[in-house]
């Protein structure tokens, strides 16, 4: 006699490995394993009102927990909801595992009701798509793991042939779960670096979120501090170095990314430690000619006949960063004084100011009254550019962005995630009213599981992005209000309260209130979107 079936082998994998939940939108093939999820001590099926906030939510306990998140999605339209969170944990380098329903072996390439090809769906969206057999499930989930955990982070999809959740199998065990090693960088390489950054006199660091991942964050604050090196960070590494550090530079990229490149703009050499492109091109920001020393798990994506790869080092980054260190202490040619007042200046355009509420005054005040351990997700918009360059970001994962994916609608479904995954944390998000209205049905969710987490809504009626680019261009404003007027509508949504707030003391007061209560609150803040316009899409290049 079999011991157990398919769906029960599945299930007990994914909690073995540390998955506590799952979300997604149940189908008539995963009702066996939601009765798994259910007899099963440790691991939570969490419905949300969409595939793709789904997907979202797995990506967070991905980032949060080091363990892969896990989301589920139906045929046909399950699949292509799911795919927005899914193709979000893959470029914002998360670790997952995507499941979906599959037709079974007999109905694969028929043409059948809401039947697609899943692994060809999923394969441009992840590290790797494959598909359980009933024998072998439990090492398909492991290698699925192993994939998503190894090098970038990132997505696996998992096909789950329907009518093989019930079928009689032995009991399997998934075993450890670990990421494929990291060699050390070639030693000729490291000593490649140590001389290009010997021979340098105002070396520049470009942080980014392969550093994150490498935990290697007291090492770079001791390098900066050893040479009197400028610190520049990707909008995704946030937190890595303190925006009050004498070396910390500026976020690449976000508000004010002019001011930031005039400090790049005098370095002759990047040398850039877990820098992912994917949050920003080097080309993008990097003067024509400087030079570049890469010190990552992959190798430099640059166009090198515009800038110098004088070296790499391709491996485990401590390494790297320990044979600088090892060099004898002597401050390069940088003016950190200068430095200093620059930051001091941009961030003086940044604070809220006197006269209509605009979004700077309402960052400041939620900075204020969110405790310094608490989190902070927030959605796509131009509010996006503010918090990269504004908000005070004490270490990395209290402020959580899409900037490799980038997809609208991101904030709300992160903030469930991260108060499930932190329960004892406070969470809260930054939403604009149009990305908010791309998940609002996740406020159900958030009433469901009884969540206490304040959902900040910046309403100015406006695109606000995409309008400032259509008057760069000296184009009409056309498509981008999203109303002509008003509130998100009425005092409550979904069973959530809404506060609205018209100045800087009514937000003050709504989010003290919220961050009292014992489920989900929505503090609208009613804000002037034209603070945007000389803040944002500044030039990045000198």
């Known amino acids: 006699m079999k011991s157990t079936n398919v769906a029960r082998n599945v299930v007990t994998a ?27 001590s440790d691991i939570d099926f969490v419905l949300a009102s969409h595939e793709g906030g789904a997907g979202f939510m797995a990506d967070i306990c991905g980032r949060l927990t ?20 899914v193709g979000g944990a893959t470029l914002d380098r998360s670790p997952m595992i995507a499941l979906t329903d599959e037709m079974p072996e007999s109905l694969r390439g028929r043409t059948v009701q809401m039947g697609i ?38 997505a696996v999809h998992v096909g789950l042939p329907q009518g093989m959740s019930a079928v009689a199998v032995e009991s399997a065990a998934i075993g450890a779960i670990a990421a494929d090693p990291v060699s050390a960088p070639a030693a000729a390489d490291v000593d490649a670096l140590v001389a290009a950054f010997a021979a340098a006199k105002k070396p520049v660091l470009a942080v980014g979120l392969g550093a994150v991942h490498a935990g290697v964050q007291d090492s770079l604050v001791a390098l900066a501090e050893r040479f009197g090196l400028p610190v520049l960070l990707t909008p995704m590494a946030k937190g890595m170095v303190a925006e009050d550090h004498p070396n910390y530079a500026g976020v690449l990229f976000h508000a004010l990314s002019d001011t930031v490149g005039l400090t790049h703009a005098e370095a002759d050499l990047v040398v850039a430690v877990g820098y992912d492109p994917i949050e920003f091109n080097y080309e993008s920001w ?7 020393a890469n010190v990552d798990i992959a190798p430099a994506d640059i166009d090198r006949d515009k800038h110098p790869v004088v070296a790499e080092t391709v491996g485990s980054i401590a390494p790297a960063l320990d044979a600088l260190l090892a060099l004898p202490a002597a401050a390069k040619d940088w003016d950190l004084a200068a430095l200093q007042n620059r930051k001091a200046a941009m961030f003086a355009k940044l604070a809220g100011r006197d006269g209509r509420f605009g979004p700077c005054a309402a960052l ?27 908000w005070r970001t ?50 159900a969710t958030a009433v469901r599981e009884k969540l206490p987490l304040v959902i900040v809504i910046f309403t100015d009626n406006d695109l606000a992005l995409i309008r400032i680019k259509q008057e760069k261009k000296q184009n009409p404003i056309y498509g981008t209000p999203v109303r002509a007027e008003g509130t998100i509508g009425g005092p409550s949504l979904f069973g959530v309260p809404v506060t609205v707030a018209r100045d ?3 937000f003050r007061a709504a989010l003290q209130a919220g961050f009292a209560a014992d489920g989900p609150v ?14 944002v899409l500044r030039k990045d290049k000198p």
């Not at 939108?25 to 394993?33: A, F, M, R």
């Not at 080091?66 to 969170?85: I, M, Q």
């Open 504 to 506: 800087p003391a009514e």
């Open 364 to 390: 400041d005040v939620l900075r204020d009254v969110l405790p310094y351990d608490g989190i902070m997700t927030c959605d796509v918009g131009a509010h996006t550019h503010l918090i990269g360059q504004h």
């Open 522 to 535: 929505i503090v609208e803040a009613l804000l002037d979107s034209r603070e945007y316009d000389e803040l």
């Open 394 to 443: 004490p270490k990395p994962g209290t402020q959580i962005m899409t900037n490799g994916w980038s997809a609208m609608g991101f904030g709300l479904p992160a903030a469930i995630a991260a108060k499930l995954c932190r329960p004892d944390t406070p969470v809260c998000c930054v939403l604009g009213d149009g990305g908010f209205l791309m998940t609002a049905g996740e406020l």
């Open 66 to 85: 080091g363990v892969p998140g896990v989301c589920f999605g139906t045929f046909g339209p399950g699949a292509t909801n799911l795919a927005t969170g």
């Open 14 to 40: 994914l909690r073995d490995m540390g998955v506590r939940h799952v979300f997604g939108v149940p189908s008539g093939g995963w009702v066996d394993y939601m009765e798994a999820i259910r007899t099963t």
């Open 117 to 154: 090809d899943h692994q060809a769906l999923f394969a441009p969206l992840t590290k790797a798509t494959m598909r359980i057999e009933a024998d072998t499930a439990v090492d398909t989930l492991r290698d699925a793991a192993r994939i998503a955990l190894s090098g970038r982070p990132g």
């Open 286 to 292: 990097m003067k024509d000619g400087l030079a570049l």
